[in-house]
Nanobody, 118 residues
Framework: QVQLVESGGGLVQAGGSLRLSCLAS????????LDWYRQGPGTQRELVAT???????NYADSVKGRFTISRDNAKNTVYLQMNSLKPEDTVVYYC????????????WGQGTQVTVSS
């Protein structure tokens, strides 16, 4: 069974930092593309950052220069380092990956809340 478990969310003041972690199981982690998404109340889920098996990364314009996605294959964990946090970053953050077994299947973590106070 594929499982993604996020942790590291919490309350910080504007300008502060948090590091989110996502522990994955049930996948061949080293070959997986991993993503961080976020979603606020009544909004569409937004892709924040992506990291491929080769280590290539992409970021949403809204977080570029502030957030860094990384992975530790030995720990089956993907991270999102969030610096210079803004109140508009106050949403739930979700870890995501996919696998292909004839068809594509997408998997999501339960989410972790980030709250940035002003």
């Amino acid at each position: 069974q594929v499982q993604l478990v996020e942790s590291g969310g919490g309350l910080v003041q504007a300008g502060g930092s948090l590091r989110l972690s996502c522990l994955a199981s049930g996948i061949t982690f080293s070959v997986a593309t991993l993503d961080w998404y976020r979603q606020g109340p009544g909004t569409q889920r937004e892709l924040v950052a992506t990291i491929t098996s080769g280590g290539s990364t992409n970021y949403a314009d809204s977080v570029k220069g502030r957030f860094t996605i990384s992975r530790d294959n030995a720990k089956n964990t993907v991270y999102l380092q969030m610096n210079s946090l803004k109140p508009e970053d106050t949403v739930v953050y979700y870890c995501h990956t996919y696998r292909v077994r004839s068809l594509r299947y997408d998997y999501w973590g339960q989410g972790t809340q980030v709250t940035v106070s002003s």
